[in-house]
């Protein structure tokens, strides 16, 4: 018999840091064969239906023989279009659809090709922590390292990163930040947090990227400032949207990168080499869910607002603390020390896969910073989220047996 032929992945792949979901995957998995209903609120993978109208363009553009043929890399024409005139009139940026616009395979593709054609050995990005664990992979896998700085949203937060960039050399290239943030929900109140993060940047030669997946799932009167309405934005960073979370398309892989034409340039020649874009009826009918949906990010953000508030009722009959959030599909809590019974957030969620039969993301698969917390994704309606908190409840606080009421003896006694 022939020797085993040893494959040897790349170091680009060892490099990876372990990816702690795949124990929690597994015994989802392992449950749900068994015949559990396990309630998942572990990924922010949005459940409601994308819009009846787009789903119909995707059907008649698919039928078009046209429309088969390989696409192009950085998006059709019109795509790009539609594109720049919405952040034109949602947030008052002009965009140049030719060079400042281009098409994605979701913004994770867009944002890990754009670490690999902006990074390399030897280079530097600042991640806050927590963060979307992308935040961290792609700089890895681009070859480059990453430092972490305790996530926050004000000055005292662009002073720790100052701080960092200032004591390093060669100085970080790349700056990344995400608000609304996954996992923790944080926003900022205004775009005077980009105007300053704008400014440290430029005297330092920093580029910065601002994932603005959640841009548009705000509730409460709430609204994310774009990274690209702050003045000078455009000279050192750009921006990534998404329609996943916007248009309920997660499945359908569609995002756009705006901003700096040299950093979209270098994005464009990387998937120049790896992709033909998208599907056309895929481009076509994310055409017209941005030009014909204008309210739907609205009503959904409502549904989810909905949702929001049923699980904060939960955490509050826990007993656990959060921030209520005003964007994003997530709560983030800080799991009571007597639950969480000094185990870590990976075993908690384990337990509570086992125990109350619902799925969260440990707040540790986010960054050391995400240690006791757990993120809960708001992707179940109403009667279901009730009911996972209430499954909580049963596993953590169960009741205790009332007492046996005594019989009265014979004798009255
Ligand atoms: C912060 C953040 N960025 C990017 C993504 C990925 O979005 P897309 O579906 O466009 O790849 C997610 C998805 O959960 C996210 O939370």
């Known amino acids: 018999m022939s020797e085993k032929f040893k494959i040897e992945p790349s ?17 989802k998995y392992d449950k749900r064969v068994a015949g559990v209903d396990i309630i998942d609120l572990g990924m922010g993978n949005p459940t409601d239906p994308t819009p009846k109208i787009v789903v119909d363009k995707l059907a008649e553009a698919a039928l078009d023989p046209r ?44 944002f890990s090709h754009m670490c ?22 792609a700089v890895a896998m681009a070859g480059a390292s990453v430092i972490r700085v305790p996530l926050g949203n004000d000055q005292a937060f662009l002073d720790r990163i100052e701080h960092m960039i200032d004591g390093l050399y060669p100085t970080p290239k790349l700056l990344i930040l995400n608000f ?12 005077k947090f980009w105007e300053r993060a704008i400014d440290m940047c430029r005297k330092r030669g920093v580029m910065i990227i601002s994932d603005f997946a959640y841009g548009e799932v ?18 050192l960073g750009v921006e990534f949207t998404t329609m996943s979370k916007t248009y309920n398309m997660a499945g359908w892989r569609v995002g756009f990168c705006c901003g700096n034409a040299d950093m979209i340039k270098a994005l464009g020649t990387i998937k120049g080499y790896y992709d ?7 481009q076509i009918a994310s055409v017209i869910a941005m030009r014909s949906c204008g309210d739907f990010a609205e009503e959904q953000a409502k549904i989810y607002a909905k949702r929001r508030d049923e699980v904060c009722k ?17 709560v983030w809590a800080k799991i009571k020390e007597e639950h969480l019974k000094g185990q870590s957030t990976l075993h908690f969620c384990l337990r509570m896969l086992d125990e109350a039969e619902i799925a969260l993301a440990p707040g540790r698969a986010f960054g050391e910073n995400g240690e006791a917390f757990v993120r809960i994704a708001l992707v179940e309606n109403e009667q279901r989220l009730r009911q996972a908190m209430r499954n909580l409840e049963r596993a953590l606080m169960p009741r205790k047996p009332k007492p046996k009421r005594e019989k009265a003896s014979v004798n009255g006694r």
């Open 276 to 282: 033909y874009g998208h599907f056309a009826p895929i």
């Open 67 to 110: 429309n088969h043929r390989y696409s192009v890399h950085n998006g059709i024409a019109g795509l790009r279009k539609e594109a720049a005139k919405k952040y034109k009139k949602k947030y008052g940026v002009d965009l140049d659809p030719e060079t400042e616009v281009i098409a994605t395979i979701g913004s994770k593709e867009g």
């Open 218 to 235: 705000c509730f409460d009167g709430y609204k994310a400032p774009s990274f690209l309405s702050a003045p000078g934005a455009k000279d």
């Open 180 to 191: 609304p943030h996954n996992p923790t929900s944080m926003t900022i109140d205004d775009g």
């Open 314 to 330: 939960g955490l509050d009959r826990l007993g656990w603390t959060y921030d209520k959030p005003r964007a994003s599909m997530f």
């Open 11 to 27: 170091s680009r792949i060892s490099r990876l840091p372990p990816y702690l979901f795949a124990r929690i995957n597994k015994m």
């Open 116 to 137: 690999l054609a902006l990074l390399g050995p030897g280079d530097t990005a600042i991640v806050p922590d927590p963060a979307f664990p992308a935040h961290v992979y």
